[in-house]
């Protein structure tokens, strides 16, 4: 799990929010000759035991939620503003569309003029 997390500690706390349930079916996919019995701790020791050597790829299969984590994790990295702030890519996207907005030209006003492009006109 070392693609995932920084170490094994990280790896067993995340592994120990996740229900029982999702902790059989994870080791069911790790080991189908696991014994799927027994406490949420034992299970949990079971799936690090049985993961620990694993190849990113099987990986991935196992734990499909942690590689769209580093892809998410990625993509936010990848959106730096000057300054090392993050622009999220939804404000971002959001920011693009009023663009144009902002720029439409104004509607009459209760003065008589209306700006159309860059000429001023009399209603």
């Not at 000057?82 to 104004?106: F, K, L, T």
């Given at each position: 799990m070392t693609s995932f997390f920084a170490d094994l500690p990280a790896f067993t706390s995340w592994l120990e929010m996740k229900t029982e349930a999702e902790l059989k079916s994870k080791l069911f996919r790790a080991d189908p000759r696991a014994r799927?019995?027994?406490?949420?701790?034992?299970?949990?020791?079971?799936?690090?035991?049985?993961?620990?050597?694993?190849?990113?790829?099987?990986?991935?299969?196992?734990?499909?939620?942690?590689?769209?984590?580093?892809?998410?994790?990625?993509?936010?990295?990848?959106?730096r503003q000057p300054g090392g702030r993050v622009r999220p890519a939804q404000a971002?996207?959001?920011?693009?569309?009023?663009?144009?907005?902002?720029?439409?030209?104004?509607?009459?006003?209760a003065g008589g003029l209306?700006?159309?492009?860059?000429?001023?006109?009399?209603?």
């Amino acid at each position: 799990m070392t693609s995932f997390f920084a170490d094994l500690p990280a790896f067993t706390s995340w592994l120990e929010m996740k229900t029982e349930a999702e902790l059989k079916s994870k080791l069911f996919r790790a080991d189908p000759r696991a014994r799927l019995t027994g406490p949420k701790p034992a299970l949990v020791r079971r799936l690090v035991e049985s993961t620990r050597h694993l190849g990113q790829e099987r990986q991935e299969t196992i734990f499909p939620e942690l590689r769209r984590r580093q892809d998410h994790l990625a993509r936010i990295s990848t959106t730096r503003q000057p300054g090392g702030r993050v622009r999220p890519a939804q404000a971002r996207q959001s920011a693009d569309r009023e663009a144009p907005a902002r720029e439409q030209h104004h509607r009459p006003v209760a003065g008589g003029l209306r700006q159309v492009g860059s000429l001023a006109a009399i209603t």
